[in-house]
């Protein structure tokens, strides 16, 4: 599983070496690509609706990495807590995101469950939504559909070790956290020390 940061600049280069860190971007607040390939960690891009989404500043974030090696996925545009309204973004940017050449994320909301999801539109599930439907047995079915079909998933707002050993029994490649960004010099060798030491003991845990 890879922890994605976003800044922490400093802190991260010094841990780069793990195999379990890597970068992640985001319209408000955005490394340069420069940065990031200097470290040559895998990455992703987030659209940053979490805080107020703003399309134009995403464009221009999407323009700058445009052909950039490395990249995981980018979020497609969504309203938190809203499944049916963030299907309607995906089908309007999902689109766009592509014409970039990038991988896209669709992030999972509450009420997903009972809707048409396009599988074969997106390289990534994020499983955002309210932190109820995040850890409910709904997201969690829905993240092993995407596994079953090939899909990247990642969980967003892990800002604990309890978080992130529930990511692990999601099964998710990568998490994220403002926490880590806020606190680098703490929270990312203590989560980078789970990672490398506890074995996903909780894997399948509850199918």
Same mark, same amino acid.
């Given at each position: ?108 909301? !509450? /009420? ?5 999801? *396009?599988?074969? #539109? ?8 309210? &932190? %109820? ?42 998490? !994220? /956290? ?5 606190? *680098?010099?703490? #929270? ?8 490398? &030491? %506890? ?9």
């Amino acid at each position: 599983m890879l922890l994605l940061v976003n800044g922490a600049t400093k802190t991260v280069k010094n841990y780069a070496y793990s195999k379990h860190l890597g970068h992640l971007l985001n319209p408000r607040k955005m490394n340069s690509v420069e940065m990031v390939n200097s470290t040559g960690l895998w990455w992703a891009a987030d659209n940053d609706a979490f805080n107020g989404f703003n399309s134009d500043e995403f464009i221009k974030m999407l323009e700058k990495i445009q052909g950039q090696e490395k990249c995981l996925w980018v979020t497609s545009p969504d309203v938190v807590g809203n499944a049916k309204a963030t299907l309607a973004l995906f089908n309007q940017w999902e689109p766009i995101i592509h014409d970039y050449g990038l991988p896209v994320a669709l992030v999972g909301q !509450d /009420g997903l469950e009972s809707l048409k999801i *396009p599988w074969d #539109k997106f390289e990534a599930f994020f499983i955002g939504g309210s &932190t %109820e439907w995040k850890l409910s047995m709904d997201a969690y079915k829905l993240a092993q559909e995407a596994k079953r079909r090939g899909k990247w998933v990642h969980m967003g707002r892990v800002n604990s070790l309890r978080r992130l050993r529930y990511a692990q029994m999601f099964e998710c490649d990568s998490v !994220d /956290g403002s926490g880590f960004s806020r606190f *680098p010099d703490t #929270k990312i060798p203590d989560a980078l020390k789970l990672l490398e &030491t %506890e074995p996903n003991y909780m894997k399948g845990l509850l199918a």
